[in-house]
């Protein structure tokens, strides 16, 4: 039974998040349903979308700092742990916080919910895991972040899920040998890290389509202001919101957006439709269908993991949310202004930056990219080995050293002497790492300063 004012939001999206995400509704009549949302722009959905004010009730999103939540009576807490009524039962699987922060994300992607996770790291690990058990296999790109990239190969290896690591830019002959019976799903990035290409959606969702596999998509790097994969096919979104999605490098956290597009009752995924014993036999896909996937990962792997996101956490992330309109085309000008710079300058061997016009993946930003950036994430060589590098990192005001990318404030990397030290230099090599890579995680600070910058850590380089 749910509750009256659940069955007085009609529309079917505002229904399948909730059924999802088991969000209580608002008490107020005067809001703006999820329907009325999902006709705004981005801009108006950064800043407004997921919480529903209620009269008298906190404009601002509240951090719901609890644990539990108080039940009517037994027969209600029976409903809720059979999943037969959509509402909060305890931390680890929902709260009022992250529901309001999922929503907003769902909305952004065009999902039809969302679960936000401890980590961008543990969103990986809960999408994978409600896809696959020992002995089932995984196609990747071998483009993807580090951290993923060894939970692929190593860690799921030992748990017995192989992964085979494919060259999203090989051919579309050469990669149908990468599948096999038991393969469970796809996985790629939008923009791969640190080589930076853009997926080629239409090859990937085309091979994910002929095998009948969930197609997975990390995008983190380009944020959904400026791409949407489930619109190319995806049906599966994964973001690591400490990076842009936050934007303000202050909390760690990750999102799983269900794009409800997949058909989980073709034979390869029996604990979709068969009965949950430990659920009063509920079939994910007899009752919560579209919204399936994202309900199962609730309600078996948020549930046995764990990796529950903190409600100071959601709120951070969520007001760094509330921007991302705004820093996106910031990051992407001033990355391509660096980029640019950095092209003509004759300390620099190379620079990759997707955004410039002779890049390999220039022609797909306007193809699958819903605004002309590129993202603030480049990388470049920096001509006289480790003894340029060292003097130009130290060199630098405004940048800073740092492993992360997606800050506001511009930040840089030598991979090969930090993340990727412990490899050997044909290692690095073969993950396209050379030793004079520098990545930058360009930030919205002034172009001019940020180009300033540069130009006298180039020349404290120089001198050396
Ligand atoms: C950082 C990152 C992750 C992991 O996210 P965390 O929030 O650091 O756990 C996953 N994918 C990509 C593309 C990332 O950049």
Request: charged content about 20%.
């Amino acid at each position: 039974m749910a509750p009256a004012s659940y069955a007085s939001v009609e529309d079917p999206i505002g229904r399948l998040i909730r059924k999802a995400s088991f969000i209580m509704t608002a008490k107020s009549e005067n809001v703006p349903s999820i329907n009325d949302q999902t006709t705004w722009g981005i801009g108006t959905q950064c800043v407004q979308g997921g919480f529903v004010p209620e009269v008298g009730g906190p404009r601002i999103l509240p951090i719901y700092q609890t644990a539990s939540y108080k039940f009517e009576d037994v027969d209600q807490v029976g409903r809720l742990f059979s999943l037969e009524e959509s509402g909060y039962k305890y931390i680890r699987t929902g709260n009022p916080t992250f529901a309001a922060f999922e929503q907003k994300v769902a909305l952004l992607e065009g999902g039809v919910g969302a679960i936000s996770t401890a980590s961008g790291q543990s969103a990986v690990l809960l999408a994978v895991s409600n896809l696959v058990k020992a002995g089932d296999h995984i196609v990747s790109a071998k483009t993807i972040y580090g951290g993923s990239y060894v939970l692929f190969g190593t860690t799921l290896k030992k748990l017995g899920v192989e992964t085979t690591f494919i060259d999203p830019e090989a051919p579309a002959e050469e990669l149908r040998k990468a599948f096999r019976p038991n393969t469970r799903l796809l996985f790629g990035e939008t923009i791969g890290n640190p080589a930076l290409d853009i997926l080629d959606f239409d090859k990937l969702s085309g091979l994910a389509r002929e095998f009948d596999l969930p197609f997975i998509v990390d995008n983190t790097l380009a944020s959904p202001y400026l791409t949407n994969p489930l619109k190319h096919g995806a049906d599966i979104v994964i973001h690591s919101a400490t990076k842009y999605i936050g934007g303000q490098a202050t909390s760690l956290g990750g999102v799983v957006v269900d794009g409800g597009t997949y058909q989980w009752d073709n034979g390869k995924f029996p604990d979709f439709v068969e009965p949950d014993r430990l659920y009063a036999n509920t079939s994910y896909w007899g009752k919560f269908g579209k919204a399936a996937f994202i309900a199962k990962a609730r309600a078996q792997y948020l549930r046995d993991f764990g990796v529950t996101i903190s409600p100071f956490n959601a709120f951070l992330l969520n007001l760094g949310l509330e921007t991302l309109h705004l820093r996106m085309p910031r990051h992407s000008s001033n990355a391509l202004a660096l980029a640019q710079y950095l092209k003509g300058h004759p300390q620099v061997n190379w620079v990759n930056y997707p955004g410039l016009e002779d890049h390999r993946s220039y022609g797909r930003i306007a193809k699958y990219f819903n605004h002309k950036g590129a993202s603030g994430v480049l990388t470049f060589g920096l001509k006289g080995g480790i003894g340029a590098i060292r003097p130009f990192v130290k060199a630098l005001k405004i940048a800073s050293l740092v492993v992360h990318v997606g800050d506001a404030r511009t930040m840089v990397l030598h991979p090969a002497s930090s993340t990727h030290a412990q490899l050997s230099r044909e290692e690095r090599l073969a993950a396209g790492i050379p030793d004079d890579m520098i990545r930058v995680s360009v930030g919205i600070e002034d172009e001019a300063d940020i180009l300033r910058d540069f130009e006298q850590a180039l020349q404290a380089a120089r001198k050396e």
